[in-house]
């Protein structure tokens, strides 16, 4: 199979980042946009295909539900794809694998690939938006999707702290790896304008930090917040007369293992990365010694270590060892969350991680470029470990 | 420590009669799973068809009550009425095989171990409903 560009990201808007209300989803959605299209030196018209992620507004009723209604909002007319899709944190990959797919058969041109949320509203706390307490009361619940609940599974802290202390039972993992991942987080996010956390981030206040759900304190979690990004997805050759220095996606992969929840699984401690790593790596043709610059999903510490592993940065089990002593930080041998992830900058899902391998692969990282940015290792993950995907992408059209 | 008096937790759940043989038999002290009638295969309490053999026909089962503990995370938010935090919140793999949500009892927290032999007990809830839970074998 030829090896080389399979489309490219033509354009990239980001909206303010706030944990205020800054108005409803559509709204925000619309912002990144018109960012994206403007950014691509494009214009409205150009735009052919729509591609939502709507996070907690997906499936609502009323002004903060983003649907494929938004193309109305935006004036978009006669487009050959238009989809709100849905696959957990896994969907930005997604968005922009079925966006190159679509175009390259010809259905459509230009695709707007757009993730935005305003899950914090008034009154509401980070916890609280995406708590499992919220399903409490619901219709359409039968007894047995209470039953976890009942005894106090109330969401995504405690699934992932479960995974967390199984890799720690396993494999002697400790608590210092998650702060040496939270602590390089943060000190990209001093550099990104975009970030909302800026300040440093010591190890003494790491360990100072009040406990979520043990073994993970506050920074091992990611933050919640309000806003969009969006990004303009084109043919390779399309992306060449643009504004902005393209840039292409070598290669392409998801990974869905399925977790059976019994006997002989090991789910918590091996993620969809594995096989959307491979897929991704042998269709671009490198390995991950080729990789410069890793962007990673990391709704948690621990999601950024197993991730590593199951990339093949380091065998199953050493990601706690690997990370230490700042291999991921700004200056260390893999430069990973360049931006401040979602840790320390923004939670956009996977456009948090997209976003900044666009900057970062155009150059255009400032202050936190990483000098050597020829193969950028992007991953979107949802679930618990359960859904990924791998965007490997390059200023190159490429590599060989 | 987790006091884990579980007669303040309150029912957030309503049993039904699909479910109904699971919290009866809590109330009798039998822990109950759902066994694939076609295959054999043990199903944790959610499981809707045989994820092995893909049949519909599951029943419920008594099941040793005897596991392990898989993992577990100390929650410092209390969500439910009842349950107090710091409480642990635990994933125990039962002998039969399915992995299952509950919390363990007569213990101090920090004293859990993954991997920790456990057994079945039960515990009601204020509205006089039987819930299993764990506690160490």
């Not at chain 1, 010809?106 to 499992?132: E, K």
């Not at chain 1, 304008?193 to 003494?204: C, G, K, N, T």
């Not at chain 1, 043990?214 to 979690?221: I, M, W």
């Not at chain 2, 898989?70 to 002998?95: C, K, M």
């Amino acid at each position: 199979m030829a090896k080389g560009s399979m489309g490219a990201i033509a354009g990239l808007g980001i909206t303010r980042m706030s944990r205020e209300w800054m108005g409803p989803a559509p709204v925000l959605a619309a912002d990144a946009i018109r960012r994206a299209i403007e950014d691509a030196g494009l214009e409205k018209k150009d735009i052919d295909g729509l591609l939502i992620n709507a996070g907690l507004s997906s499936g609502k009723f009323g002004a903060n539900s983003l649907t494929v209604s938004t193309q109305n909002l935006l004036g978009l007319r006669d487009m050959g794809l238009t989809a709100e899709m849905v696959a957990q944190g896994s969907t930005t990959g997604q968005m922009v694998q079925y966006a190159m797919m679509a175009i390259e058969k010809g259905m459509c041109n230009a695709v707007v690939c757009v993730y935005a949320d305003a899950p914090m509203q008034p009154g509401t706390s980070a916890g609280g938006s995406y708590g499992m307490g919220r399903v409490a009361g619901a219709a359409n619940v039968t007894t047995m999707d209470m039953l976890d609940l009942q005894y106090g599974m109330t969401g995504a802290n405690a699934m992932y702290g479960l995974a967390a202390r199984r890799h720690m039972a396993l494999y002697g993992t400790t608590q210092e790896s998650f702060a040496e991942i939270a602590i390089s987080n943060r000190q990209w996010a001093t550099m990104n304008p975009h970030a909302i956390y800026r300040d440093p981030l010591s190890f003494d206040e790491y360990f100072a930090s009040r406990w979520i759900a043990e073994p993970f304190r506050l920074y091992d979690c990611t933050m919640v917040n309000n806003g969009a990004v969006a990004v303009v997805v084109t043919s390779a050759e399309r992306a060449k007369d643009l504004k902005q220095p393209p840039v292409h996606v070598l290669g392409m992969g998801q990974g869905h293992p399925g977790n059976p929840k019994k006997k002989g699984y090991e789910n918590e401690v091996n993620s969809g990365a594995q096989q959307s790593g491979k897929t991704a790596f042998r269709m671009a043709g490198i390995t991950k010694d080729d990789v410069d610059i890793c962007e990673l999903y990391d709704c948690y510490t621990y999601t950024t270590l197993v991730t590593l592993e199951d990339y093949g940065f380091c065998a199953k089990g050493e990601g706690g060892e690997f990370v230490k002593g700042g291999t991921l930080a700004p200056g260390g041998a893999l430069p990973t969350n360049t931006g401040g992830g979602q840790l320390s900058a923004y939670y956009m899902w996977g456009m948090t991680p997209l976003s900044e391998a666009v900057i970062q692969a155009r150059g255009q990282g400032g202050e936190r470029q990483v000098k050597k940015n020829d193969i950028v290792l992007v991953s979107s993950q949802g679930g618990l470990l359960d859904h990924h995907a791998t965007l490997i992408v390059s200023p190159h059209e490429t590599v060989h | 420590m987790d006091k884990m008096n579980t007669s303040e937790v309150e029912a957030i759940i309503q049993p039904d009669e699909a479910s109904a043989p699971f919290f009866d038999g809590a109330a009798n002290g039998r822990y109950m799973l759902l066994r694939c009638k076609a295959c054999g295969e043990w199903h944790a309490p959610q499981a809707v068809m045989c994820m092995e053999c893909a049949s519909p026909d599951l029943e419920w089962q008594e099941a040793s009550g005897k596991g392990k503990l898989h993992s577990f995370v100390i929650v410092h938010r209390a969500q439910i009425p009842g349950i107090e935090a710091p409480y642990n919140l635990s994933v125990v793999e039962t002998d039969e095989g399915p992995r299952v949500v509950s919390r363990i009892v007569g213990i101090d927290n920090n004293q859990i171990e993954v991997g920790m032999a456990l057994n079945v007990t039960f515990g009601k809830l204020t509205n006089g409903m039987s819930l299993p839970y764990f506690t160490p074998g």
